[in-house]
Nanobody, 124 residues
Framework: QVQLVESGGGLVQAGGSLRLSCAAS????????MGWFRQAPGKEREFVAA????????YYADSVKGRFTISRDNAKNTVYLQMKSLKPEDTAVYYC?????????????????WGQGTQVTVSS
């Protein structure tokens, strides 16, 4: 079992930055690929970014590539999402998730554990 708790969301103006954190419980954090997803009102949950177990590999949705950076600190059982040049269309609830499988996967069904989400609102 892995429990995930996100933090760092809030209200920011367009062009601003936020850093989301996701703290994981348990001693097996480094055994999981970690991902960030987001869900806007009335829309399906969508993939944002993922990072391999070691942190050596990352993958991003085209919509955030070049603006968002995913990273992890296995010693602190934490994964981060640094968001820059935020746009109103980035407004959503952001979720972190843990995938016990292999590779960098982008579908929600691949992830075994989910946090409760943190709201990010970008004003124009």
């Amino acid at each position: 079992q892995v429990q995930l708790v996100e933090s760092g969301g809030g209200l920011v103006q367009a062009g601003g930055s936020l850093r989301l954190s996701c703290a994981a419980s348990g001693r097996t954090f480094s055994s999981y690929t970690m991902g960030w997803f987001r869900q806007a009102p009335g829309k399906e949950r969508e993939f944002v970014a993922a990072i391999t177990k070691s942190g050596a590999g990352t993958y991003y949705a085209d919509s955030v590539k070049g603006r968002f950076t995913i990273s992890r600190d296995n010693a602190k059982n934490t994964v981060y999402l640094q968001m820059k040049s935020l746009k109103p269309e980035d407004t959503a609830v952001y979720y972190c998730a843990a995938d016990g499988g292999v590779g960098l996967r982008t579908t929600t069904s691949a992830y075994d554990y989910w946090g409760q989400g943190t709201q990010v609102t970008v004003s124009s």
